[in-house]
């Protein structure tokens, strides 16, 4: 069993819909990363939480650690938001990243 | 800008050569990382550094080899030791008060044939 896990692995929605991604994990972390990777490959960063929720724009992150559980919303999609978000944990004591495999979200106007 | 560059994008390989992927940064990142993409698997580590001079094997480290004699560099060379080199390589750095912690390169996507 992976230690991170995520669903779904693909996701379809409408534009304007509400999207949501869940991430679980089994191991102690310092922190969760929520990561976006365009089809070009490169990957960019878009939330490190330790506790509580965090936004920026459309993105809210949520983390509940007594649970090991965090989720990825997207409010009123947009085509220009698919892309697969990767969810990825920082175990205690170390910098390594433990990533899970990714949810492909693809967004139709 | 600071960030992190990756060349090439797309490399081109024949079975039994060793390529070299460079990584730089002019974060001022101590800590610098190389990770290998397959479809279908989560990002998984070859190398990392968290020093000059200094580096760790991560979990496939087989065929690989690297070297930090710069900070802000951190090339990775795929050997002829590596088995099944097609795969998109990333690199990345972090700095512990760095905002979202890491910052990832473009990444390099090496074919051998």
């Known amino acids: 069993k992976n230690e991170v896990e995520q669903s779904p692995q693909n996701l379809t929605a409408q534009e304007g819909e509400f999207i949501t991604i869940n991430c679980s994990y089994s191991v102690g972390i310092s922190a969760l990363h929520w990561l976006q990777q365009h089809p070009g490959g490169g990957i960019v960063s878009l939330f490190m939480?330790?506790?509580g929720k965090k936004k920026h724009g459309r993105l809210i992150a949520t983390i509940n650690i007594q649970e090991k559980h965090s989720s990825l919303h997207i409010t009123a999609s947009h085509p220009r938001d698919s892309a697969v978000y990767i969810c990825a944990v920082s175990p205690y004591n170390t910098d390594k990243l433990i990533f899970g495999t990714g949810t492909r979200l693809q967004v139709f106007p | 800008d600071g960030g992190i560059t990756q060349s090439p994008k797309y490399l081109f390989r024949k079975e039994g050569q060793n390529v070299t992927l460079s990584c730089e940064q002019n974060l001022n990142h101590d800590a610098m990382y190389w990770y290998r993409q397959d479809p279908g698997q989560g990002l998984r580590l070859i190398y990392y550094?968290?020093?000059?001079?200094?580096?760790q094997k991560g979990d496939i480290a087989e065929g690989y080899s690297v070297s930090r004699e710069k900070k802000e560099s951190f090339p990775l060379t795929v050997t002829s030791a590596q088995k099944n080199p097609t795969a998109f390589y990333l690199c990345?750095?972090?700095?512990?008060?760095?905002?979202?912690?890491?910052?990832f390169g473009s990444g390099t996507r090496l074919t051998v044939v």
């Open positions: 550094s968290q020093i000059v001079n200094d580096f």
């Open positions: 990345a750095s972090s700095y512990p008060r760095a905002p979202f912690g890491y910052t």
């Open positions: 939480l330790s506790s």
